[in-house]
């Protein structure tokens, strides 16, 4: 038995020996394991106690009265309890019980064997000495268990040498906790123009042609697209004839009215009809020529899909492509709503390209809205623009990738638990 209880593993397997095998030494009908603190911790013929059975329930009831009267290994009859205690005690258990206390890791704990007859002093003696080395077995697997946890252990007893170890363990995590980490995040970014020129509808009508493709190369005065000019060049031809015609009506009233001084009353109307005739020309004139839409500066056409434009109605001031400067790029990233901490102007950010994760762009905030704004996607996020660091990029405008940006400094625990926190706190109103 003795080798036995050395070779145990766990706890469960030494509870094991002592309430179930001790019967190869010990005559006893039922054994039960009993502490101060946890009451009924085992009992003999039972995988798991169900502590609010009443045969379990009455032993901790039971060993609770007993403890008040015995210290030393003893049998334990019914007259040592109350009458109550007693009578149930005749009900439910043998008349003998032998009271077996001894100490293991601090903590006092009884083994109660029961019977119908006494037990001798010879076998109380080799109860007790059983037990003592079983105790001895249990506290030795308890330190090996600490030291599997702990790894190996300072010299000294295994009590203080654990209390040393989890408190230095404790202190470096405290510590560990204050550690100042930079408070990052990561946010979806892309290569934007810094300074995009907008082109947008000169005029209302449909457009009828586009000129150029998506990232085109342009130069300025390079014609961009234009508009259908159908009804226009119809519109300005009958207002020609029209000019044609009230021209030599005018010539006409203005030779009769050399002789006949009622024609000469006729120029004034007829000259104001010419004047307004010329007018509308000129107007309809400027309108071909503005139908025709160029570009005003060097640069890289940015647009969708020009075959979508074509035969679309636009009106004044409708956005139609731009025009960006290939060397002039900013970083555009958005922050979630979650996500948005405290950026100071001198962040630092950090775009990772996801076709070139290892040549990234290094650039300093410049611009971080106040307000969230709606996304294709219908969420919201609070938009960024970083000026890269370097002049020259070695990407191409419309990359896209993720953005590191970089705040101040905070305690490790509060990165760890910031996020977890604002939800409990959203949950909790606290």
């Known amino acids: 038995m003795a080798r036995r209880a050395t070779t145990c593993e766990t706890i469960a397997q030494l509870q094991f020996l002592l309430l179930n095998d001790s019967r190869q030494v010990f005559d006893y009908r039922q054994?039960?394991?009993?502490?101060?603190?946890?009451?009924?911790?085992?009992?003999?013929?039972?995988?798991?106690?169900?502590?609010?059975?009443?045969?379990?329930?009455?032993?901790?009831?039971?060993a609770n009265q007993l403890s008040l009267l015995a210290e030393i290994p003893c049998n334990c009859v019914p007259d040592m309890v109350s009458p109550a205690t007693a009578a149930q005690w005749l009900e439910m258990l043998p008349e003998n019980v032998?009271?077996?206390?001894?100490?293991?890791?601090?903590?006092?704990?009884?083994?109660?064997?029961?019977?119908?007859?006494?037990?001798?002093?010879?076998?109380?003696?080799?109860?007790s000495d059983w037990v003592a080395l079983w105790a001895s077995a249990a506290e030795a697997l308890s330190w090996r268990t600490r030291r599997k946890w702990w790894g190996k252990g300072l010299a000294g007893p295994a009590k203080n040498g654990s209390r040393l170890r989890k408190k230095v363990a404790l202190t470096a995590l405290c510590a560990a906790t204050l550690i100042p980490v930079p408070l990052t995040l990561l946010a979806p970014g892309e290569l934007v123009p810094a300074r995009a020129e907008i082109v947008r509808a000169p005029l209302d009508g449909v457009l009828g042609e586009i000129f150029v493709q998506p990232n085109q190369k342009i130069r300025q005065g390079e014609a961009l697209f234009q508009y259908d000019q159908a009804a226009l060049l119809s519109r300005l031809e009958i207002s020609r004839q029209e000019l044609t015609t009230a021209r030599a009506e005018y010539r006409q009233a203005a030779q009769r009215a050399l002789q006949d001084a009622a024609a000469k009353a006729m120029l004034?109307?007829?000259?104001?009809?010419?004047?307004?005739?010329?007018?509308?020309?000129?107007?309809?004139?400027?309108?071909?020529?503005?139908?025709?839409?160029?570009?005003?500066?060097?640069?890289?056409?940015?647009?969708?899909?020009p075959a979508d434009w074509i035969g679309k109605p636009v009106v004044i001031?409708?956005?139609?492509?731009?025009?960006?400067?290939?060397?002039?790029?900013?970083?555009?990233?958005?922050?979630?709503?979650?996500?948005?901490?405290?950026?100071?102007?001198?962040?630092?950010?950090?775009?990772?390209?996801?076709?070139?994760?290892?040549?990234?762009?290094k650039a300093h905030l410049r611009f971080y809205s106040h307000e969230a704004q709606e996304r294709a996607d219908l969420t919201y996020a609070y938009r960024v623009r970083a000026i890269p660091a370097e002049s020259s990029i070695p990407h191409r405008l419309g990359t896209k990738g993720t953005v590191r940006i970089r705040s101040r400094s905070v305690p490790l625990i509060y990165w760890l638990l910031r996020r977890p926190l604002a939800h409990l706190r959203a949950y909790l109103d606290w």
Do not use: C
């Not at 206390?101 to 080799?126: H, M, N, Q, W, Y």
């Open 268 to 305: 004034s109307p007829l000259s104001g009809k010419l004047e307004q005739l010329d007018i509308e020309v000129a107007f309809l004139e400027r309108e071909v020529q503005r139908s025709i839409v160029h570009a005003h500066a060097d640069g890289i056409v940015l647009i969708d899909d």
């Open 31 to 62: 054994a039960t394991l009993w502490t101060r603190e946890g009451g009924v911790e085992n009992l003999s013929g039972v995988v798991e106690i169900d502590r609010n059975a009443p045969l379990v329930q009455f032993l901790d009831t039971l």
């Open 317 to 361: 001031g409708e956005k139609i492509l731009r025009l960006a400067k290939p060397d002039d790029l900013e970083i555009e990233a958005w922050i979630s709503i979650g996500d948005a901490i405290p950026l100071p102007e001198s962040s630092v950010l950090t775009f990772y390209p996801v076709a070139t994760p290892m040549h990234p762009v």
């Open 98 to 127: 032998l009271w077996v206390p001894f100490k293991r890791s601090g903590s006092a704990e009884v083994l109660l064997l029961l019977r119908d007859r006494k037990f001798t002093e010879v076998e109380i003696r080799a109860v």
